[in-house]
């Protein structure tokens, strides 16, 4: 598995979920597959089969989030500068074809969230622009043709 890169918040929400998972719903399965298993025949035990497909389903999520911890590795922010656009920075981009300007933080594939302005460092936008400089403009091909950004602004 390829190297996950995150910040510091980011890896102790992941520690925080996988020892939530493994200490409080695990549990909770396991009691109810032995309260279904209490009930009698499991052939025809729907709780027992329904227990047991929660209990597949969040094992594959503790095995998911186990391979993304062990493959993490954090970001030392402090390195982070203005100086050209990066993984963190927080940059401000327009659309040289409208002119309307946007504000990004860069940030790793696993804290993406457009909707708060953080935007996947895998993305064709983030790509474009990795390495650009203030006024520096970023031919992007996007699925619907090809955009053009200049970097307004770098900030952290």
């Given at each position: 598995?390829?190297?996950?890169?995150m910040?510091?918040e980011?890896?102790?929400?992941l520690?925080?979920?996988?020892?939530?998972?493994?200490?409080?719903?695990?549990?909770?399965?396991?009691?109810?597959?032995?309260?279904?298993?209490?009930k009698?025949?499991?052939?025809?035990?729907a709780?027992?089969?329904?227990?047991?497909?929660a209990?597949?389903?969040l094992?594959s999520?503790?095995?998911?989030?186990?391979a993304l911890f062990?493959?993490?590795?954090?970001?030392?922010?402090?390195?982070?500068?203005?100086?050209?656009?990066?993984?963190?920075?927080?940059?401000?981009?327009?659309n040289?074809?409208n002119?309307q300007?946007?504000?990004y933080?860069?940030?790793?594939?696993?804290?993406?969230?457009?909707?708060?302005?953080?935007?996947?460092?895998?993305t064709?936008i983030a790509q474009?622009?990795l390495?650009?400089?203030?006024?520096?403009?970023a031919?992007?091909?996007?699925?619907?043709?090809?955009m053009e950004?200049?970097?307004?602004?770098?900030?952290?």
């Amino acid at each position: 598995m390829a190297a996950s890169y995150m910040t510091d918040e980011g890896y102790k929400k992941l520690v925080d979920e996988i020892q939530y998972l493994e200490s409080v719903k695990r549990p909770e399965i396991i009691q109810q597959i032995a309260e279904a298993r209490d009930k009698g025949d499991l052939s025809e035990n729907a709780e027992y089969d329904a227990a047991k497909e929660a209990q597949g389903i969040l094992e594959s999520r503790i095995a998911r989030l186990k391979a993304l911890f062990s493959s993490a590795r954090i970001i030392d922010q402090s390195k982070v500068t203005t100086d050209e656009v990066q993984i963190m920075s927080k940059i401000t981009i327009k659309n040289v074809l409208n002119g309307q300007t946007m504000v990004y933080t860069i940030v790793p594939e696993s804290e993406a969230n457009v909707r708060e302005g953080k935007l996947s460092v895998s993305t064709p936008i983030a790509q474009g622009l990795l390495g650009k400089k203030l006024g520096e403009t970023a031919k992007v091909k996007v699925p619907s043709g090809i955009m053009e950004f200049q970097v307004v602004d770098i900030s952290i």
